[in-house]
């Protein structure tokens, strides 16, 4: 089955420094890449996703890259601000509903 | 203002008690997932359904995990009986097909 590694598991950066996450997948057959964005006491959020059939995407401060050969995608936050700090998620499907979520990365932005 | 409400939000219960927990999914939205998130496990999927009907609860413990949707607004997820080791965040999710899944705020579960 699907398995997603995710890295770093912390991360701290200073307000306005750019984050990078990065995850891999194993399941070449995976075409659905969400992430998620959870604070403290909330259930996980939907930030950005990205499909297959594109390379990058983006959406303001926030980017995702897929690069299906070497089967691994990043989430790029820049211009980070304290809001930000939070635990992030990857995760992969192959267009079924079973998302497999990697191990989550805990972003903290230092004002 | 559309979001899947779960409740209790916190419940503590003594090893060997049933515990229910219930989620009312996004109106509208035809599947629905029950999470569990722990330190060690991360977010596992336990079970989902869609239309009402089970599609997958392969990695929920079958002899003590029950999920059921008595009707298209409320998932419920019961535990009998229930043990320490699965002390956890219970998390609901709904989804309109294949797509975007929406999370509740999750049930904080302590089995003492």
């Known amino acids: 089955g699907e398995n997603v590694e995710q890295h770093p598991s912390t991360l701290s950066v200073q307000e306005g420094d750019s984050a990078v996450i990065k995850c891999t997948y194993s399941d070449s057959a995976s075409n659905y890449f969400p992430w998620y964005k959870q604070e403290l006491g909330k259930g996980p959020q939907l930030i950005i996703d990205i499909r297959s059939n594109v390379g990058e995407k983006k959406d303001q401060r926030i980017a995702v890259t897929l690069n299906k050969t070497a089967k691994h995608f990043s989430l790029h936050i820049t211009e980070t601000q304290p809001e930000d700090s939070a635990v992030y998620f990857c995760a992969a499907s192959t267009n079924t509903d079973k998302l497999i979520f990697g191990t989550g990365t805990r972003l903290q932005v230092f004002p | 203002d559309a979001r899947v409400t779960q409740t209790p939000r916190h419940k503590v219960t003594e090893m060997g008690q049933e515990v229910t927990m219930r989620c009312q999914p996004i109106?509208?939205?035809?599947?629905v997932f029950w999470y569990r998130q722990t330190m060690m496990q991360g977010l596992e999927l336990l079970a989902y359904f869609r239309n009402r009907a089970p599609l997958d609860d392969s990695g929920m413990p079958k002899d003590r995990f029950s999920a059921e949707m008595p009707d298209a607004t409320l998932a419920t997820l019961k535990i009998q009986p229930s043990e320490p080791r699965d002390s956890a965040v219970y998390f609901c999710a709904s989804a309109l097909g294949v797509t975007e899944q929406f999370f509740g705020p999750g049930t904080r579960l302590t089995v003492l």
């Open positions: 109106l509208g939205h035809n599947t």
